[in-house]
């Protein structure tokens, strides 16, 4: 008598798959000086709103996400050979964009507005200077010597409030320290109106300043 074999039915594991690698994270693709250099020389010396736009919408963006400071960029382009613009002027058209990039749209002619991004620091004050250029029929000439008659007022006010020796000079020279400066009788103290010249000419309100004379008597 043959015998039956009941025949067990075994469920197959299913087999599980590799676990799969997480996706590699893009790299940005590193500034490429020279072909910004390329670009930014077929703009014309004068295009400066143009040349503005590409530094602002273009340069600085790609800069960024190198961790690369905007200044930084724009110093390796002007010092790449070939370069047809100066950082100066590089800076220059990029503050114009960054300030009026409706220019273009606005009442005046686009060197006015040239003028006050370069010239003025302060929103309000660009914001007078328009409007008094607008309603006075000024010419380019009249807001250059608008804005420097202001700027020379603006100094001679604040030498007669501070009452400092201030010399706007390469080199600077005085005989003995200013008695209202730092501690008496420091040895080798050096004179406060270095520092005050310094503070004077090279910064403006609000920044942040590191003491380059701490320890020398002067400041203390």
Request: hydrophobic share 35%; with cysteine; glycine share 4%.
């Amino acid at each position: 008598m043959a015998k039956t074999i009941s025949k067990k039915t075994i469920a197959k594991k299913p087999m599980s798959k590799p676990a799969s690698k997480p996706a590699l994270k893009a790299e940005p693709k590193p500034v490429a000086i020279a072909d910004l250099v390329k670009e930014l020389n077929s703009f014309n010396v004068d295009n400066y709103w143009d040349l503005g736009r590409f530094l602002v919408d273009k340069v600085m963006p790609a800069a960024r996400k190198q961790g690369m400071f905007e200044e930084q960029v724009m110093k390796m382009i002007s010092s790449h050979p070939g370069a047809k613009f100066p950082f100066s002027v590089l800076k220059q058209c990029q503050q114009y964009y960054s300030y009026y990039p409706d220019a273009k749209k606005r009442p005046l002619a686009e060197v006015f507005y040239f003028e006050l991004a370069t010239k003025v620091s302060e929103s309000r004050k660009r914001d007078q200077y328009e409007k008094m250029a607008f309603d006075n029929k000024w010419t380019i000439s009249d807001l250059r010597k608008k804005i420097r008659d202001d700027e020379q007022a603006r100094r001679i006010d604040e030498r007669t409030k501070y009452g400092f020796d201030l010399r706007e000079k390469n080199v600077w020279s005085f005989d003995t320290p200013d008695p209202r400066f730092g501690k008496p009788n420091t040895k080798g103290r050096l004179p406060g109106q270095i520092a005050a010249n310094a503070l004077y000419y090279y910064t403006n309100p609000g920044d942040y300043i590191v003491d380059p004379f701490a320890g020398s008597g002067t400041t203390g």
